[in-house]
């Protein structure tokens, strides 16, 4: 491969990265099909790796694939007579910009029609038709540029799996005859919450990795909260929408502080403060202040983020406002009733009020189902024992938190917490 292809193929998948949500929606918003406007962006795509190469790197490359792409709608349009009508439409619209310059470009890509079928990509992507991995696979596939072997990888998935549940999506979504649409103000509520949950579970599979031997995929946490800040420009009036960008914003500050030199997890409470990106800090706080500016009473997004808030603020552990936290903690888990926000809220009790109060809240847990495999309650448990000096019962739940985990470099910090504890007996 020469210096110049190499070149070429490297603009090529940076412009695809940041371009193929657009050139997507804006296909779908044409032909009202999620897979064919795929398959066409996709026919672009590899136009380009044939042609610019020899042709050179266009003006506007976002623009020169949208264009490529829409004239391959038109082809295949012209192949269908039962969309002669469309056909027609399309092609006026078409007429002139065939002819323009690429200096003209940028009049293919209308901005506000763009952002318009994002925001429709959006809701189809994560409807809840699909299935929730069915709805990460396609939004990261459709919205994120991801690869198949990409979402594979960032999920320890085999990449057939990956493959089979995004075609399936999609044909679900046709067979389903999903209307390439946001959904009406009366729907809106329901189907926003699926799109926020889903951006949020991958940012939290960046953050904490379920399995495998890396704590944390911050590439992940990266499109996760790229597509947060798309989408609250898109519904600028959503609180919950800020508030799940803020929330993502100030929890990726953290993410330079939150590995030690040897790669293994770094506790809040231990991290070094001086390594939160401040600057998404700042933008975390920009949005939560949005998010409560606007009408009605707190989501859990937003008093998530109120909690992440209380956190920065703080320039260390000791002067965190834990009872501000346990209040926040106490009105998310009346919004959202989870035994997981009770056991969070369980060790800011303890820190506000002292391990013995937060041992009573976490062993007041001990009997919930959705619990039972969660490793987090043994690890919550193990340190306020710990903490109470009851190491012997500390190190039993330690590891009995560590055969709880498929996460390795978790693993290793609970049996090394287990081992610190014996040998304190």
Known sequence: MTAETAAAHRAIEAVWRLESARIIAGLAGLLRDVGLAEELAQDALVAALEQWPADGIPANPGAWLMLTARHRAIDRIRRNERLAGKLNLLG????????????EFDDVLDEGRIDDDLLRLMFISCHPVLSTEARIALTLRLLGGLTTEEIARAFLAAEPTIAKRIVRAKQTLASRQVPFEVPSPAERPGRLA???????????EGYSAMAGDDWMRPSLCNEALRLGRVLAELMPAEPEVHGLAALMEIQASRLA????????????????????????????????????????????????????????????AADTDWEQIELLYRALGALAPSPVVELNRAVAVAMAFGPERGLEVVDGLAGEAALAGYHHLPSVRGDLLARLGRDGEAADEFRRAAALTRNIPERTVLLRRAAECEARR
Request: net charge negative; hydrophobic share 45%; charged share 20%.
């Open 92 to 103: 006026r619209e078409l007429e002139p910009a065939q002819h323009e310059a690429p200096a």
């Open 194 to 204: 699926s799109v926020l949950e889903v951006l949020y579970l991958v940012f939290n």
């Open 257 to 316: 502080a939150r590995l030690s030199p040897d790669g293994l997890p770094v506790p809040l409470l231990e991290q070094n403060r001086g390594r939160w990106d401040q600057l998404l800090i700042r933008r975390g706080f920009t949005a939560l202040l949005r998010a409560q500016g606007l009408d009605g009473p707190p989501g859990p997004y937003v008093l998530q983020a109120a909690i992440a808030a209380c956190h920065a603020r703080a320039g260390d």
